[in-house]
């Protein structure tokens, strides 16, 4: 049963990475619990250019990033950025005050999903802990 089971897990997760979020979401007011997820379709969306679910040093610095900031993104440093990294690096305390303070772009006090998808939502790929 074991070995049935992973690889439809890996499936589930593969479908999971490459699906299209609804815009229809992209108003909802971001939480702690809810930025890195965020994050991280906002960065595979507007990076991964190739649609693998992974994203690359090249990929990353065409998107508008820098080689520190995704040097920092990578943890197991392997060279590509994939949505589990994103989700950890964006769901941190940190990581929240610095998009609420440098993104809200349209000044309404209330981060959303939208605001990643702005032009200051590129700041994001350039910031590094």
């Known amino acids: 049963m074991r070995l049935y089971l992973a690889p439809v897990a890996a499936l589930f997760l593969t479908a999971?990475?490459?699906t299209q979020k609804n815009p229809a979401n992209?108003?909802?007011?971001?939480?702690?619990?809810?930025?890195?997820p965020a994050y991280a379709d906002y960065v595979v969306e507007r990076a991964d250019a190739n649609k693998d679910?992974?994203?690359?040093?090249?990929?990353?610095?065409?998107?508008?990033?820098?080689?520190?900031?995704?040097r920092s993104v990578d943890r197991d440093k392997d060279g590509t950025v994939t949505r589990t990294e994103?989700?950890?690096?964006?769901?941190?305390?940190?990581?929240?005050?610095f998009t609420r303070r440098h993104t809200d772009f349209y000044k309404d006090n209330k981060m959303t999903p939208r605001d990643f998808r702005s032009p200051a939502g590129v700041r994001l790929m350039r910031i590094e802990f």
């Open 16 to 18: 999971c990475q490459s």
């Open 26 to 36: 992209w108003d909802v007011p971001l939480t702690l619990r809810t930025t890195g």
């Open 86 to 97: 994103l989700i950890r690096f964006g769901s941190n305390k940190q990581f929240l005050d």
């Open 53 to 70: 679910g992974q994203v690359t040093v090249a990929e990353w610095t065409k998107a508008g990033g820098t080689e520190k900031s995704f």
